[in-house]
């Protein structure tokens, strides 16, 4: 009898593992060693890197059949070992519209996808070289090696790849530039230094498929001539740091790095720099000073990086994405990828969807896709199915978009023209109980912490712009307010060094654009319509609407609610902290909000 191969493969990125990944792989293990199942079926368990649907993790996929479990549990161990032989675990399946889903394919959340730099993450074993290699790992390096550097530079022009880590800036453009310096040595650099604040892309990039970002960095080194490159991976990546210095090692060990390039004259020897956490160092000139040991401060770009970066060398700096994408293209052609995306940006984008939204997790999409595809028709829509309020878009100097302009295609300059920007590909969905005065304020504050204080428009106008919104927000705004924060914003964006301070006026900007009604409410009346602004909102109970569930009552931290059971209930203003945890716990809309009195 032929024996059968099934491998079993389960999500052991960072979000699955903080939900037991580790110990569900260990339990399947344990499972299949002990019914010794080698006579007729040989069974591989393959830890791979993040699935994707991080809020179904951790999932667990059986192939080759395909069938796909969510939210599974050690003691599910027996039972996914059986349905080899059998049915399907019923209860691990995917329920949508009534139905059970049991292939990624039937899956809304992975069939309007379109994966380029995350073809393998989720399939493949991140620390096994073979496996890369057997999904068709290291061939765009191999038919790199057999080209001259201006063909390899013609063709990431031709694909139109443009960098992921938010600028956007022409690929092919940076290398050819790089290339032509006759000043040795040169470096190639990867940023994995992820900042924004809810995004795991270029992380989970790493952990699941870190020879990509390897062979992207070889191709990227011989067109420009490099034989030094570091990958710059911040501290709290320690999942990504690990998997990027095995992957290194079995690189060095298989002659695919090192002073003989797979038997060439070629040779590239890559390090691993850590990054001490600080939001400013994702900026290009920062980063390099930070390698080089001093402090992570920008300097003025009237000499770029790529005639004297790191060392005062030529640099070519990438992100982690925009390397992890240079395989694929040289494998297989320029033509095919440059069919992907829109007429200026090409191929496609790899996006962090999290926040009030149903599925949220790692989503690779062509550019050009639209907003609501991402968050109704692959994220599910929004939670409990309450109202789309905003999205906000590349990180913390990103825009807020409002449901008006769901319809927008995300590309690059799409978004730029509506003062938002694609960055490095955080979205964060909010829904009608988000205060759009206070994500501007939060996002402000975040900035005003991260900035390296350099320079002046930066440094004062971030304080001067948490201070305003810190005033809104707790009801002691003015007259004027709005329009002050604009002065300043126009500021920022004209006289700043670097890009931190160029756009940290964009939630502010946008918010104020699109919600301006709110900043006129928390000023002229006093009141936060969002009910979040603890300083102007009161919470009060619809008695015709309480159902006396006591659910409220249990949330409150304050015990200021009382009520008997099956009776209207009531809150104590005097005790109340305007929290919003009976609102949250109320499954009626029966906790409402008002201004607080004066």
């Known amino acids: 009898m032929t024996k059968r191969t099934e491998k079993i493969l389960v999500c052991c990125g960072t979000g699955c593992i903080a939900n037991g990944a580790l110990d569900v792989a260990a339990a399947i293990e344990a499972e ?76 809304p959340f992975y069939a309007l996808q379109h994966k380029v730099v995350l073809k393998d993450v989720g399939i493949i074993d991140p620390l096994s070289l073979d496996d890369y290699i057997a999904h068709g790992g290291y061939e765009g390096l191999k038919r790199a090696l057999e080209m001259t550097p201006e063909h390899i530079i013609d063709e990431v022009d031709k694909s139109g790849l443009r960098g992921k880590g938010g600028a956007g800036f022409p690929t092919g453009r940076k290398w050819r530039t790089a290339a032509g310096y006759d000043v040795f040595p040169k470096y190639i650099v990867c940023n994995g230094d992820e900042g924004d604040p809810g995004a795991f892309m270029d992380g989970s990039t790493m952990e699941g498929s870190p020879h990509a970002v390897i ?35 079995s690189a060095y060990e298989a002659g695919i790095l090192g002073d003989s390039i797979l038997g060439t004259s070629h040779k590239l020897h890559l390090s691993i720099v850590r990054g001490g956490g600080a939001f400013v160092c994702g900026e290009s000139t920062a980063l390099m000073a930070s390698i080089e040991g001093r402090v992570g401060e920008p300097r003025a770009k009237y000499i770029r990086s790529v005639q004297r970066g790191l060392f005062d060398h030529p640099t070519v700096l990438n992100n982690v994405e925009t390397l992890a994408s240079i395989p694929t293209i040289l494998r297989d052609g320029s033509e095919e990828y ?80 509506h003062g938002a920007m694609m960055g490095s590909g955080g979205m964060i969905v909010m829904d009608d109980r988000s205060c759009m005065v206070e994500v501007a304020r939060y996002y402000v504050d975040f900035l005003c912490e991260e900035s390296c204080g350099k ?56 918010t104020i654009k699109f919600f301006r009604d709110e900043y006129e409410a928390h000023i002229k009346e006093h009141r936060c319509p969002a009910g979040v602004c603890a300083e102007l909102t009161q919470f009060v109970i619809d008695a015709a609407a309480c159902t006396g569930c006591g659910m409220c009552m249990r949330a409150c931290p304050a015990d200021a609610i009382s009520g008997e059971k099956k009776q209207a209930h009531t809150i104590d203003p005097a005790k109340c902290i305007a929290c919003g945890s009976c609102r949250e716990a109320c499954h009626f809309s029966a906790v409402l909000t008002e201004g607080r009195s004066a």
């Not at 991402?374 to 309020?389: A, V």
């Not at 440094?459 to 329009?483: F, S, Y």
């Open 32 to 107: 299949v060693a002990a019914r010794n199942l080698d006579v007729e079926v040989s069974v591989d368990v393959v830890r791979t890197g993040c699935s994707g649907e991080c809020e179904q993790g951790p999932v667990v996929r059986l192939m080759p059949r395909d069938t796909m479990y969510y939210r599974v549990k050690e003691s599910d161990a027996s039972a996914i070992i059986d349905s080899l032989e059998g049915d399907p675990v019923e209860k691990l399946l995917l329920k949508k519209d009534g139905m059970q889903v049991e292939h990624m394919d039937e899956n």
């Open 455 to 510: 320079c002046t428009p930066c440094r004062e106008g971030l304080r001067q712009m948490r201070a305003i919104l810190t005033d809104i927000c707790e009801g002691r705004g003015q007259e004027g307010d709005i329009e002050l924060l604009e002065r300043i914003c126009h500021t920022m964006e004209d006289a700043s060094l670097c890009a931190l301070g160029r756009t940290a006026a964009n939630p502010v900007l946008t």
């Open 338 to 417: 440059a069919k992907l995306g829109t007429e200026n940006s090409k191929g496609t984008k790899v996006f962090a969807m999290v926040g009030k939204v149903k599925h949220t997790g790692l989503v690779e999409v062509p550019m050009g896709t639209t907003l609501r595809t991402l968050i109704y028709d692959i994220g599910g829509g929004i939670i409990d199915d309450r109202p789309f309020k905003a999205i906000q878009t590349g990180g913390p100097s990103g825009g807020c978009i409002p449901e008006s302009l769901l319809d927008l295609p995300v590309d690059f300059d799409t978004l730029t023209e």
């Open 215 to 249: 062979e992207g960095m070889i191709i990227g080194a011989l067109a420009i001539g490099a034989e030094e490159g570091i990958l710059y991976i911040r501290d709290e990546y320690a999942l990504a740091r690990d998997h990027i210095q095995k992957a290194i090692d």
